[in-house]
Every structure is written in C-alpha cells, then in structure tokens.
C-alpha cells in the first residue's frame, strides 16, 4: 500500500515543530511548502514521549494531559479561505512499538469508564505489519492518523480532543497509504498539522486509545478551489477489517432506544465474549475491543429501538486460520 516519492522535505519531531493540545491559528508556521510538494513528518505518539517499552500503568497513570502533539503547522502557498486542502497520504513508518491503555473509571474517559475502577496498559512489540498482544493474538497494522487537520478561523486556543469542521481528532482508521483527505480551509495557508499516529484502531476506540505508536508520515499538499466542503471528506481503499477482506466475525449486539446507551451494550457483551471464550482478562478484553472491534449501526428506522453491532475478526486469534 505504501508508495516511495520524492521527498521535498522531511520535518522532525523537535520541540521546535511540535505544538500541544490546541489548534491557534496565530502559531507561525514551522516550513512553507507549494502545492504538489511532499513532506515527511515525524510524529510523537499520543502521550508526547512519556510511554516507553519498560512501562507500566503507574507511568500512564502519572502522565501529563496536555493533549495531543502535532507536528506543524505547514503553510501551503496559495490556499485560501473558501479552498479545499488535498492531503495525500503516501507512507507510514511506525518506530517498533506502541501503547493501548485507558483511565480508571473517575476520570471519566473512554466508553465504559463506570464499569472499570482501575486503567490498564498494553505494551504492543510492533514488527511490520503485526501488533503483538496476548496469548498469541495478532492484530494486523494499518496506520493512520489519528489527528489531521487544519486551523480553524475561530481566533484563540481549541482543543485537540474534540473533532471539528476543519478536521482534527477524526480517529477515522481509514485514512491509511493511499488515502486522500479533503479539508476545508478557514485560514491564508490553512496551517496543517498532523500526529496522534494509530498502528491499528477498531472503529469506536471504546477505552479511549488505539496502538498509539511515533512514527513517521509521508503527505504531498494540493489545493482545490472550486469545491465547496462544510466538514473533512475522504477517498479510501479501507482496510474495512483488519485483513482487509471478507472474513469470519463474531458480532454482539446492543439494542436500546438511545444509540450511546445501545453502543455500551453491544461493547459490555464482546468484553464477556472475550473473557468467557478466549479467557482474556477484562482489561485486556476492553483494549481489544478498542484496538480490532469495529462498531456499526444496524439499523435507526425501527423506533423507539436502534440497533448497533460489535464486530470481531475471529482470524486474530492463533488457533483460527
């Protein structure tokens, strides 16, 4: 999937090119770049260097909370207020390793915090294109950004957590090589940004995290300027499963008259099939669903109750083929 271009530029991931937890369109642009050129980036993981292989879930536990690091921005001459940004992604290199891990429930984070008194931590062994995690699974790799975006007109500080009209914190797992995001332009430059790299990301990341993991990511910038966009689109070949294919899946379901309170159960009743069938423990089970368990919505048209699933890939674990 990956592609090997010319490299116009390659921008690392010194204090100096990163900026943390905010977008702020007055932040002077680190590298000007014209449309067509390519860039490689040098992104830091999620918790900006503060997890390691030798971690444990006390250094998660003690970690800043600053948001998240964001190589850039990258003025691009010529986009305009009213353009569209192309963004071409071209290649990711993760750096061997990566994290999955969530909060004790009183912090109030990820899907079912009320459900988890404790946090937990996955230390991944990330070699090619597999994630290694217990017991003998593996998780295929497919990278992607998980924060891309651009600045928003709006002047001041805004949050990284939050998605928004110009992109940002999408967490959309299909933006691997070969993807293509449109974002919509606010600002003269559109100052994009990048980082939040994820090796491999169910559609939900229900604790809160994916396989956080530094890497590196290879862009080339165009701009449109006669389309006309209200929130980030894309053109993706998927992956739409974690091997890319049509494969065998065991799926639970939540079934309830509110689409979040449906989504918790369709979630509670995979961490059971996890624990009861392939013995994991809770944690472990809530972090696999997080990192290889994709959420769909079945069904909204048959009020008062929605219907979302719980889908996952039953070739994860060593004894299917």
């Not at 992104?43 to 003690?62: E, H, I, M, P, Y």
């Given at each position: 999937m990956a592609r090997s271009p010319t490299i116009d530029y390659h921008l690392s991931d010194r204090d100096a090119n990163v900026h943390v937890g905010v977008w702020d369109n007055s932040?002077?642009?680190?590298?000007?770049?014209e449309p067509g050129e390519v860039v490689r980036f040098e992104c830091r993981d999620a918790a900006n260097g503060a997890l390691d292989v030798q971690s444990t879930l006390d250094n998660v536990l003690k970690k800043p909370?600053?948001?998240?690091?964001?190589?850039?921005?990258?003025?691009?001459?010529?986009?305009s207020p009213g353009d569209v940004l192309t963004v071409d992604l071209l290649s990711f290199q993760h750096k061997g390793f990566g994290t999955t891990y969530f909060y004790p429930g009183e912090r109030d984070a990820g899907l079912l915090p009320m459900d988890f008194d404790t946090g937990g931590l996955h230390v991944w062994d990330l070699e090619g294109d597999v994630g290694r995690f217990v017991d003998g699974i593996?998780?295929?790799?497919?990278?992607?950004?998980?924060?891309?975006?651009v600045a928003p007109a709006t002047p001041g500080e805004h949050s990284t957590i939050p998605p928004r009209r110009v992109g940002g914190n999408l967490d959309v797992k299909h933006l691997t090589?070969?993807?293509?995001?449109?974002?919509?332009?606010?600002?003269?430059?559109?100052?994009?940004?990048?980082g939040d790299c994820h090796g491999a990301q169910g559609d939900g990341e229900v604790c809160v995290t994916?396989?956080?993991?530094?890497?590196?990511?290879?862009?080339?910038?165009?701009?449109?300027?006669?389309?006309d966009l209200s929130a980030p689109q894309f053109s993706t070949t998927g992956p739409y499963s974690p091997f890319a294919a049509d494969e065998p899946m065991y799926a639970t379901t939540g079934i309830a008259d509110e689409l979040m309170v449906a989504t918790r159960e369709a979630v509670r009743a995979m961490i059971v099939h996890l624990t009861d069938r392939h013995g994991l423990s809770r944690a472990e089970a809530y972090m696999l669903c997080s990192v290889a368990v994709d959420l769909k919505i079945n069904q909204v048209v048959d009020a008062p109750n929605w219907t979302v699933g719980a889908y996952l890939p039953e070739r994860i674990f060593p004894d299917v083929d």
């Amino acid at each position: 999937m990956a592609r090997s271009p010319t490299i116009d530029y390659h921008l690392s991931d010194r204090d100096a090119n990163v900026h943390v937890g905010v977008w702020d369109n007055s932040l002077e642009p680190v590298l000007t770049v014209e449309p067509g050129e390519v860039v490689r980036f040098e992104c830091r993981d999620a918790a900006n260097g503060a997890l390691d292989v030798q971690s444990t879930l006390d250094n998660v536990l003690k970690k800043p909370s600053n948001g998240h690091p964001l190589t850039g921005p990258v003025r691009i001459e010529g986009a305009s207020p009213g353009d569209v940004l192309t963004v071409d992604l071209l290649s990711f290199q993760h750096k061997g390793f990566g994290t999955t891990y969530f909060y004790p429930g009183e912090r109030d984070a990820g899907l079912l915090p009320m459900d988890f008194d404790t946090g937990g931590l996955h230390v991944w062994d990330l070699e090619g294109d597999v994630g290694r995690f217990v017991d003998g699974i593996e998780v295929p790799l497919d990278p992607f950004p998980g924060v891309i975006g651009v600045a928003p007109a709006t002047p001041g500080e805004h949050s990284t957590i939050p998605p928004r009209r110009v992109g940002g914190n999408l967490d959309v797992k299909h933006l691997t090589a070969g993807s293509t995001a449109y974002l919509p332009v606010e600002v003269d430059g559109a100052l994009f940004s990048i980082g939040d790299c994820h090796g491999a990301q169910g559609d939900g990341e229900v604790c809160v995290t994916g396989i956080e993991a530094p890497m590196w990511v290879t862009v080339k910038f165009d701009v449109i300027s006669d389309r006309d966009l209200s929130a980030p689109q894309f053109s993706t070949t998927g992956p739409y499963s974690p091997f890319a294919a049509d494969e065998p899946m065991y799926a639970t379901t939540g079934i309830a008259d509110e689409l979040m309170v449906a989504t918790r159960e369709a979630v509670r009743a995979m961490i059971v099939h996890l624990t009861d069938r392939h013995g994991l423990s809770r944690a472990e089970a809530y972090m696999l669903c997080s990192v290889a368990v994709d959420l769909k919505i079945n069904q909204v048209v048959d009020a008062p109750n929605w219907t979302v699933g719980a889908y996952l890939p039953e070739r994860i674990f060593p004894d299917v083929d």
